[in-house]
């Protein structure tokens, strides 16, 4: 099947914020173009795509990410048989995860039964595994295991992957790739200095119950993803790739970390989102922003400028795309009309995108 890129850019203005910290609880930063940028981490952002997945309750969308696999095993296992022992269901998931020399899946703790690594599991395969185990306890086959746990992936699994080192068998290679959100211009770290009253003092006690800093800075933020849809079809079905590409797009649209949010507020929407569909490669558009743009009225306006020219420029590499759609608050010229289609809101995005995407499959499905 020929290739099938899906490329995602978003200009995302942030006010003041500091939604994805380092080990010291400053915001995340990078030198880009000579100069100090805002950074938030692309592992923040999947994170953020996968709670907002978790809010519609969808066991097909979101898996769970833990070292508890034993405990919600054999905890499904006593669901579907009530007649069975919590402790002997938790014996004989051990039995079938536990890595032994060449056979198992996975090294257990023997002191709390949690994996040594977390493991991403769909519902469905918590569920299966149960279920095969519960069935197959003492007649076990590795192999039939394994597949389990490599079908019925959920959303998530299928795009950001699965790395299981004691068993590479049960890699799952991620369908998406998630950019370092970085600002598209040089930032100035600033610091909020604090003090906190005891209401209960004293009338005449002076002073603070307590003091300290918290760093922030405000930024227009360059987002960028992909998604290789052949990748997702392998990962999640003909049938539910197109769907999950929307389902994706969305979240990724919409979603934010939420680091220090009751502090800040910063709950802010994109002011502009790109989505290029491809046949050849990936093209992540950040190199518009290597010379940062400087400006006192604004950054939004410049920065869209700035991405569409470079993307014009990227056609003097790569195949034009199959299609190009545009969302923007900004009311804005383009720099070549020609180059991208506008759509007026996130609804009509989402539906050109899977017009466009289903014809593209349904193509190669007749070629094959």
């Not at 023997?110 to 991403?120: E, G, I, P, R």
């Not at 211009?185 to 918290?214: F, K, N, R």
């Not at 499959?361 to 007749?366: H, R």
Request: glycine letters at 4%; aromatic letters at 6%.
């Amino acid at each position: 099947m020929k290739n099938l890129y899906l490329d995602i850019s978003i200009l995302h203005p942030n006010p003041a914020s500091n939604m994805n910290r380092d080990d010291a609880g400053s915001p995340k930063t990078v030198i880009y173009g000579g100069v100090v940028r805002s950074r938030v981490s692309s592992q923040s952002w999947k994170r953020a795509v996968r709670e907002y997945f978790n809010r519609n309750k969808n066991d097909k969308l979101v898996g769970t990410r833990t070292k508890d696999a034993v405990e919600l095993i054999s905890k499904r296992m006593v669901e579907i048989d009530n007649s069975l022992k919590k402790d002997d269901a938790v014996k004989k998931v051990v039995e079938a995860l536990k890595k032994e020399d060449k056979h198992g899946i996975t090294k257990i703790d023997n002191n709390n039964n949690k994996t040594s690594a977390l493991l991403m599991l769909s519902h469905k395969q918590i569920d299966k595994a149960a279920q095969y185990i519960l069935n197959n306890g003492n007649d076990l086959d590795e192999k039939k295991l394994k597949e389990i746990l490599m079908d019925d992936n959920s959303l998530d699994l299928a795009l950001f992957g699965r790395m299981v080192a004691d068993d590479p068998e049960l890699n799952v290679d991620a369908a998406a790739q998630v950019a370092h959100a970085v600002s598209t211009h040089e930032i100035v770290p600033e610091y909020d200095y604090y003090s906190a009253l005891d209401d209960e003092q004293p009338d005449d006690a002076q002073g603070a119950a307590m003091l300290g800093t918290i760093e922030f800075n405000s930024s227009t933020l360059y987002r960028y993803a992909n998604v290789n849809v052949n990748e997702l079809i392998y990962n999640f079905g003909r049938e539910n790739a197109v769907e999950g590409v929307s389902e994706f797009l969305k979240a990724f649209i919409l979603s934010m970390p939420a680091g220090k949010q009751n502090t800040f507020a910063n709950k802010t929407l994109p002011g502009y989102v790109m989505v290029t569909i491809r046949k050849d490669t990936p093209v992540n558009l950040v190199s518009a922003f290597e010379d940062p743009i400087k400006s006192h009225g604004g950054y939004m306006k410049e920065s869209i400028k700035r991405l569409e020219k470079e993307y014009a420029n990227t056609l003097k590499f790569v195949e034009k795309p199959i299609a190009n759609f545009v969302l923007s608050l900004e009311d804005i010229k383009h720099l070549d009309d020609d180059l991208v289609e506008d759509v007026d809101g996130i609804d009509s995005l989402l539906d050109k995108v899977t017009e466009v995407l289903n014809e593209a499959v349904q193509d190669e499905s007749s070629n094959d």
